[in-house]
């Protein structure tokens, strides 16, 4: 099947009732929330690119960029995984099944689906980086053919904060060769410990020059996995990281999120490493 990038025509300003159809746990400060259109019933509704995100609202407290995490070939409503960081998500977290909230977009870039038809693909996730590059790994198991290797690098703090712990069986058995590491060992695990960067400076590479990483995580792990990852021969063209600043309008007005010449609202989250490079090195950015 060929990839088609969906229409991205949608009206900014426009915030959709939400109800919360399903809330999964995935550990401490982290839940992943299924939302359905009040409005809808239609699957159209739902169409999204693997990277861009949502501003989520809970009324009379505020909006937040939250990124798509579920699968965007499943018409089954809207998925995003969020961590309680400040007033919106604490407040997003105390809300249940069946509450609703408001949903603006889908917004910014998606993943470079097209340029990666073809290559060895590196797929490099840290903490909660791996829900923006969730529904890029459906994408890849789904059509798995159009792509040589294919490797998922996912690191946290410790086991416990690995997202998605059930699904990494069904990844490695449609093919892609999943790698966990963990910051610190708790007991049971028997697994790597370390920084992503050591897994990717070990990755067998076959055919260097045909391979792409796109990588989300924190910022400074980005910046060394973009180093790494050009240590190993891979050119900065061939790199894309998500990037994340304080959102506002998700609409390219506002000026909250601009980082160098790039608004990350429209011209990102998704960007090209080289674009990034100048900037991601400056302190305090
Ligand atoms: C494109 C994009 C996609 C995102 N996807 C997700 C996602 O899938 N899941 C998720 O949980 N979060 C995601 N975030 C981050 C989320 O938008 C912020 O954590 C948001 O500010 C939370 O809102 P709040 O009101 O709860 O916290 P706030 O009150 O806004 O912030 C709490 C604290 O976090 C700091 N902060 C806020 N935003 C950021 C940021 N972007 N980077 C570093 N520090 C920040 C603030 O300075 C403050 O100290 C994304 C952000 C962007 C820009």
């Known amino acids: ?38 409005t809808s019933d239609n699957a159209s509704a739902y169409v999204f690119e693997p990277g861009q995100f949502n501003m989520l609202y809970v009324p009379g407290v505020g909006e937040s960029a939250i990124s798509m995490s579920g699968d965007a070939h499943e018409p089954d409503g809207w998925i995003h995984t969020v961590r309680v960081a400040g007033n919106v998500t604490r407040s997003l977290a105390q809300l249940e099944c069946g509450q609703t909230l408001g949903v603006r977009g889908p917004f910014g870039t998606g993943w470079p689906i097209p340029q990666l038809v073809g290559k060895n693909v590196v797929v490099v996730a840290g903490g909660l980086g791996l829900a923006p590059l969730r529904p890029l790994v459906y994408h890849l198991v789904r059509h798995r053919s159009q792509f040589q290797n294919v490797s998922l690098i996912v690191g946290a703090r410790t086991a416990a904060g690995l997202l998605y712990p059930t699904e990494y069986a069904n990844w490695t058995q449609a093919g892609i060769d999943v790698q966990l590491t963990v910051d610190r060992a708790t007991a049971g695990w028997n697994g790597n410990i370390g920084v992503v960067t050591a897994l990717l400076d070990r990755l067998k590479l076959n055919q260097i020059e045909r391979a792409s990483v796109v990588t989300c995580g924190p910022e400074v792990m980005m910046k060394y996995v973009g180093m790494s990852a050009m240590q190993r021969g891979i050119p900065a ?40 490079q100048p900037y991601l090195f400056v302190e305090s950015l």
């Open 1 to 38: 099947m060929t990839w088609i990038p969906p229409a991205l025509a949608v009206n900014p300003w426009l915030t959709h009732t939400a109800r919360i159809a399903d809330i999964v746990s995935e550990c401490d400060g982290i839940a992943t929330y299924r939302l359905c259109l009040d």
């Open 237 to 276: 063209e061939q790199i894309w990281v998500s990037m994340e600043r304080n959102m506002q309008c998700a609409a390219g007005l506002c000026g909250h999120c601009q980082l160098g010449p790039a608004f990350i609202c429209k011209d990102g989250p998704v960007l090209r490493y080289d674009r990034l």
